[in-house]
Protein backbone atom coordinates (compact mmCIF):
# COMPACT_ATOMS: atom_id res chain seq x y z
CA UNK A 1 0.00 0.00 0.00
CA UNK A 2 1.40 3.26 -0.90
CA UNK A 3 1.17 6.52 0.59
CA UNK A 4 -2.05 7.72 -1.24
CA UNK A 5 -4.23 4.56 -0.73
CA UNK A 6 -2.69 5.11 3.46
CA UNK A 7 -4.46 8.15 3.39
CA UNK A 8 -7.62 7.21 2.62
CA UNK A 9 -7.71 5.21 5.66
CA UNK A 10 -6.18 7.82 8.18
CA UNK A 11 -7.41 11.66 8.64
CA UNK A 12 -3.47 12.23 9.41
CA UNK A 13 -1.40 14.60 7.66
CA UNK A 14 1.90 16.50 8.05
CA UNK A 15 3.72 16.85 10.06
CA UNK A 16 1.91 14.02 11.99
CA UNK A 17 1.41 11.54 9.68
CA UNK A 18 3.84 8.63 10.90
CA UNK A 19 3.36 5.61 7.87
CA UNK A 20 5.02 5.63 4.92
CA UNK A 21 4.36 2.68 3.42
CA UNK A 22 2.28 -0.92 4.33
CA UNK A 23 4.60 -3.40 3.20
CA UNK A 24 2.51 -6.28 4.43
CA UNK A 25 -1.09 -6.59 5.44
CA UNK A 26 -3.44 -9.76 6.56
CA UNK A 27 -6.86 -8.88 7.27
CA UNK A 28 -8.28 -9.46 10.50
CA UNK A 29 -4.54 -11.08 11.25
CA UNK A 30 -1.38 -8.51 11.16
CA UNK A 31 0.39 -5.45 9.44
CA UNK A 32 3.95 -4.18 8.73
CA UNK A 33 4.52 -1.01 8.00
CA UNK A 34 7.34 1.47 6.84
CA UNK A 35 8.72 5.04 8.68
CA UNK A 36 11.16 6.50 7.19
CA UNK A 37 12.87 8.61 9.96
CA UNK A 38 14.51 11.51 8.18
CA UNK A 39 16.53 14.59 10.09
CA UNK A 40 13.56 17.47 8.54
CA UNK A 41 11.19 15.88 11.08
CA UNK A 42 9.74 19.07 12.79
CA UNK A 43 10.89 17.60 16.67
CA UNK A 44 14.88 16.60 16.07
CA UNK A 45 15.55 20.51 16.29
CA UNK A 46 14.65 20.13 20.03
CA UNK A 47 14.85 16.38 20.77
CA UNK A 48 17.56 16.81 20.88
CA UNK A 49 19.72 19.16 19.59
CA UNK A 50 22.79 17.81 19.68
CA UNK A 51 21.71 13.99 19.32
CA UNK A 52 18.05 13.94 17.81
CA UNK A 53 16.42 11.07 19.08
CA UNK A 54 12.57 10.16 17.66
CA UNK A 55 10.22 10.29 20.04
CA UNK A 56 9.13 7.13 21.91
CA UNK A 57 5.80 8.73 22.60
CA UNK A 58 6.04 9.29 18.45
CA UNK A 59 6.70 5.52 17.91
CA UNK A 60 3.39 4.45 19.56
CA UNK A 61 1.50 6.71 17.82
CA UNK A 62 3.38 5.54 14.64
CA UNK A 63 2.07 1.84 16.03
CA UNK A 64 -0.93 3.22 16.37
CA UNK A 65 -1.52 4.50 12.94
CA UNK A 66 -0.88 1.07 11.47
CA UNK A 67 -3.28 -0.45 13.68
CA UNK A 68 -5.98 2.25 12.52
CA UNK A 69 -5.31 0.61 9.02
CA UNK A 70 -5.05 -2.54 9.57
CA UNK A 71 -8.59 -2.43 11.45
CA UNK A 72 -10.46 -0.30 8.34
CA UNK A 73 -9.12 -2.76 6.09
CA UNK A 74 -10.33 -5.45 8.17
CA UNK A 75 -13.81 -3.76 8.66
CA UNK A 76 -13.62 -3.62 4.40
CA UNK A 77 -14.58 0.45 4.92
CA UNK A 78 -13.06 3.29 4.66
CA UNK A 79 -13.46 5.68 7.53
CA UNK A 80 -15.79 8.29 7.74
CA UNK A 81 -14.88 12.42 7.41
CA UNK A 82 -15.80 12.42 11.51
CA UNK A 83 -14.44 8.74 12.36
CA UNK A 84 -11.59 8.75 14.92
CA UNK A 85 -9.28 6.09 16.12
CA UNK A 86 -8.39 6.93 19.94
CA UNK A 87 -5.97 4.94 22.51
CA UNK A 88 -7.91 3.27 25.14
CA UNK A 89 -4.69 1.84 26.85
CA UNK A 90 -1.36 1.13 26.38
CA UNK A 91 0.29 -1.74 28.48
CA UNK A 92 3.96 -3.09 28.97
CA UNK A 93 5.30 -0.36 26.73
CA UNK A 94 9.24 -0.72 26.43
CA UNK A 95 12.04 1.20 24.41
CA UNK A 96 14.58 -1.13 23.43
CA UNK A 97 16.88 0.61 21.82
CA UNK A 98 17.64 4.44 20.37
CA UNK A 99 15.38 5.34 16.97
CA UNK A 100 18.00 8.39 15.41
CA UNK A 101 17.45 10.14 11.99
CA UNK A 102 18.19 7.07 9.01
CA UNK A 103 16.63 4.62 10.35
CA UNK A 104 13.57 2.69 8.54
CA UNK A 105 11.39 1.79 11.09
CA UNK A 106 9.20 -1.38 10.42
CA UNK A 107 6.16 -1.34 12.54
CA UNK A 108 4.28 -4.68 13.51
CA UNK A 109 0.85 -5.20 14.79
CA UNK A 110 -1.07 -8.02 15.26
CA UNK A 111 -4.73 -8.18 16.08
CA UNK A 112 -5.27 -9.95 19.79
CA UNK A 113 -9.08 -9.25 20.00
CA UNK A 114 -12.07 -7.15 19.28
CA UNK A 115 -15.08 -6.62 20.79
CA UNK A 116 -17.36 -3.87 19.30
CA UNK A 117 -15.09 -0.73 18.34
CA UNK A 118 -12.86 -1.74 20.69
CA UNK A 119 -9.50 -2.89 19.49
CA UNK A 120 -6.19 -5.45 21.08
CA UNK A 121 -3.05 -5.22 19.61
CA UNK A 122 0.44 -6.63 20.23
CA UNK A 123 2.62 -4.13 18.62
CA UNK A 124 6.37 -3.88 17.67
CA UNK A 125 8.74 -1.57 16.18
CA UNK A 126 12.28 -2.47 14.70
CA UNK A 127 15.17 -1.38 12.96
CA UNK A 128 16.58 -3.87 11.14
CA UNK A 129 16.55 -7.00 12.93
CA UNK A 130 16.70 -4.60 16.44
CA UNK A 131 13.50 -4.44 18.96
CA UNK A 132 13.11 -0.41 19.31
CA UNK A 133 9.69 -0.68 21.48
CA UNK A 134 6.96 -2.82 21.94
CA UNK A 135 3.60 -2.40 23.33
CA UNK A 136 0.44 -3.82 23.98
CA UNK A 137 -2.11 -1.13 22.48
CA UNK A 138 -5.78 -0.93 22.76
CA UNK A 139 -7.56 1.70 20.98
CA UNK A 140 -11.61 2.30 20.46
CA UNK A 141 -12.83 3.56 17.22
CA UNK A 142 -15.38 6.43 17.85
CA UNK A 143 -17.79 7.35 14.75
CA UNK A 144 -20.02 10.46 14.25
CA UNK A 145 -22.56 12.25 16.71
Not at 1 to 15: A, C, G, N, S, V
Not at 63 to 84: G, I, N, Y
Not at 107 to 115: A, D, F, G, K, N
Request: with cysteine.
Amino acid sequence: MDIQEILTYLPHRYPFLLVDRVLELEKGKRIVALKNVTVNEPFFPGHFPNQPIFPGVLILEALAQAAAVLSFVTMERKPSPDSVVYYAGIDNARFKRPVVPGDQLLLEVEILRTMRHIWRYAARARVGAALAAEAEILCALKEGQ
